[in-house]
């Protein structure tokens, strides 16, 4: 599937990215929630759906798309699947607005078809987590950088390992409307992150909680484990599994 994406309203700089295969893991109960699942760099969305459908949550659908695959600035410009173009793994970092919109826009569309009575999530890993990060603001200003529309609702977001783009300017751009602060109060948000991430440093998950949680996100979960490095475990994973039966009110099968 491809998507286009154009900055400031201009023809010239349109680029269209080519997503790669999604896919779906069907509940095996009465569906209450759709979650899209979005990968780590290089990775794509086959090695994750497995894990996910592991899970004893009988009554969510995952939808595991793979990002385009790109050049990625991190690894001098070779091509690798990636949902935004990273030139260093931090905050502090250049923010792909381009990279970023098409692949929120991207989820969005995935999750569009669902009903309107099933609560719908969006959780990542890494980078994929960043771009789960990145949707909750699109999610909350009704609208991704480009000025596009975000018409999706969301009921929560987790990520696992990543950090937060765009962090240096979310709290000034949430304080102008009180519309926008309460979307931010009201959205969970679960956050993990292992101690000794090699990758995505705890350091950078750890100020990400931060600045979330002073731009008003106060529905927010921030999880640390002892020793984890730039993977998932299953304490970590069954964490995830009980933050979705509260918040999402997900009954049995």
């Known amino acids: 599937m491809s ?12 680029t269209t990215f080519e997503f790669g295969r999604t896919h779906v893991v069907r509940p ?15 990775d794509k969305g086959s090695s994750w759906s497995q894990l996910l459908e592991s899970l ?20 001098g410009g070779f091509p690798c699947t990636a949902w935004f173009d990273a030139q260093d793994i931090s905050e502090d970092a250049p923010d792909d607005l381009e990279g970023l919109d098409a692949s929120a826009a991207h989820v969005a569309n995935l999750l569009s078809p669902e009903p309107a009575d099933i609560k719908i999530g969006i959780g990542g890993f890494s980078t994929g987590a960043a771009t789960a990060l990145y949707s909750a603001t699109c999610h909350i200003f009704g609208q991704c950088g480009n000025r596009s529309p975000y018409l999706v609702n969301l009921s929560t977001v987790i990520g696992l390992s990543g950090w937060l783009p765009c962090s240096r300017t979310l709290r000034n751009r949430i304080e102008g409307s009180n519309e926008t ?3 931010a109060a009201s959205l969970p948000i679960l956050l993990c992150h292992g101690t000794e991430d090699d990758v995505v ?22 999880r640390s484990y002892d020793g984890l490095g730039h993977y998932t475990i299953p304490e970590e994973m069954n964490d995830v599994c009980r933050w979705l039966t509260t918040r999402l009110g997900l009954q049995g099968s």
């Not at 998507?3 to 349109?14: I, K, T, Y």
């Not at 995952?62 to 385009?68: F, R, V």
């Open 181 to 183: 602060l309460r979307r």
């Open 28 to 42: 095996k109960g009465r569906h209450q929630a759709t979650i899209v699942w979005l990968h780590g760099l290089g």
């Open 201 to 222: 440093a705890y350091e950078h998950g750890e100020k990400s909680a931060r600045v979330l949680s002073s731009a008003g996100f106060q529905n927010l979960m921030y």
């Open 3 to 14: 998507f286009n994406s154009s900055s400031g309203g201009s023809q010239n700089s349109r």
């Open 56 to 75: 004893p949550l009988p009554n969510v659908k995952w939808i595991c798309p793979t990002a385009p695959t790109r050049p990625v600035s991190l690894f």
